[in-house]
């Protein structure tokens, strides 16, 4: 079964940091690109990140260059994001999601995870 | 305020169509043929119904059907079915700088 596994999300300080994980299973994660995608509550979803399966290119969101980093090991089939000068806004719920192939230039969003919840607040 | 504008609620009666719609601008929906659907049901995860504009996923119902003209983009469910009811957001490319960019996202209500 294909399954995308998100964890790390907690409470977090305004300014904070914050790395969020997830655990791939069930495919073969290093031929399919990643991304990481967020909701806040009762709002819509909005984009965040994404990587190409090999690693060499990396794709942000506007509101998130420069604060966030995105990276993945593809002999433990885990995707990460680090996210540094947490703000307000970023309070969501992150999905990991696998893209329906490699490169991630042009997102297609095939496979999402349940999630992991990101509160910032002081 | 989202990129793309879609109707915030539609509605339709079992066995009827109903489309819903998403309009941007030459700088996503209508520069480019990557427009994707997703249905959520909430607290579940997303799923992929449509991509590349009028693609359907490997197994997904031929109910689902996707289009696009000029900026905007539609949605058709047909035959609609009581478990439709859910949240459909729309989804394009938007440039290399952008990536991508969602709507706000309809919410189906089936009478």
């Known amino acids: 079964e294909v399954q995308l596994v998100e964890s790390g999300g907690e409470l977090v300080q305004p300014g904070g940091y914050l790395r969020l994980s997830c655990a791939a299973s069930g495919f073969t994660f290093r031929t399919y690109a990643m991304h990481w995608v967020r909701q806040v509550v009762g709002k819509g979803l909005e984009y965040v990140s994404g990587?190409?399966?090999?690693?060499?290119?990396?794709y942000y969101a506007d509101s998130v260059k420069g604060r966030f980093a995105i990276s993945r090991d593809n002999s433990l089939n885990m995707l990460y994001l680090q996210m540094g000068g947490l703000r307000g806004d970023d309070t969501a719920v992150y999905f990991c999601?696998?893209?329906?192939?490699?490169?991630?230039?042009?997102?297609?969003?095939?496979?999402w995870g349940h999630g992991t919840v990101v509160t910032v607040s002081s | 305020q989202s990129a793309l504008t879609q109707p915030a609620s539609v509605s339709g009666f079992p066995g009827q169509s109903i489309t819903i719609s998403c309009t941007g601008s030459?700088?996503?929906?209508?520069?480019?043929?990557?427009v994707s659907w997703y249905q959520h049901y909430p607290g579940k995860a997303p799923k992929l119904i449509i991509y590349?504009?009028?693609k359907r996923p490997s197994g997904l119902s031929s109910r689902f059907s996707g289009s696009k003209s000029g900026n905007t983009a539609s949605l058709t469910i047909s035959g609609l079915q009581a478990e439709d009811e859910a949240d459909y957001y729309c989804?394009?490319?938007?440039?290399?700088?952008?990536?991508?960019?969602f709507g706000g996202g309809s919410r189906l209500t089936v009478l």
């Open positions: 989804c394009s490319y938007a440039g290399s700088d952008t990536v991508v960019v």
């Open positions: 999601v696998r893209d329906r192939d490699s490169s991630g230039s042009y997102p297609s969003f095939e496979i």
């Open positions: 030459t700088s996503d929906v209508g520069g480019y043929n990557y």
């Open positions: 990587i190409s399966s090999s690693g060499s290119r990396t």
């Open positions: 590349d504009v009028n």
